[in-house]
């Protein structure tokens, strides 16, 4: 099993999220998050007087995945996520040892 985290502009979720379903991923957790990457945030103008925007919004979805599906979810998560501009987002990839469906204590694959 992996863990796939997936850091993508909020512009782009709802497209990454809709892709992921048609791919027949049935859970996820998403996360409103808040960073900056090597572009260090960007300056915006306001009624006239420009200012720092240091943390840029982000959207994390974290999913645990059989092993087989990462590189096709990896896939569909780069398709619908990229602008080809600086801060279209990350993916890490971890391995998980194991998953436990706290209701049954079902384990391993099929707990996911």
Do not use: C, W
Request: glycine letters at 10%; charged letters at 35%; hydrophobic letters at 40%.
């Amino acid at each position: 099993m992996t863990k796939v985290e997936a850091i993508v502009r909020p512009n782009r979720f709802e497209a990454v999220k809709e892709a992921l379903a048609e791919l027949g991923v049935e859970g996820m957790t998403v996360s409103e998050a808040r960073g900056h990457g090597r572009q260090k945030g960007h300056t915006e103008t306001y009624r006239g007087r420009e200012y720092e925007v240091g943390l840029i919004p982000k959207i994390r979805l974290e999913m645990v995945v059989k092993d087989d599906r990462v590189e096709a979810i990896v896939d569909t998560i780069i398709k619908h996520a990229a602008t080809g501009k600086i801060g279209d987002g990350k993916i890490f990839l971890y391995k998980a040892e194991d998953a436990i469906r706290i209701r049954n204590q079902e384990r391993g694959e099929i707990a996911l």
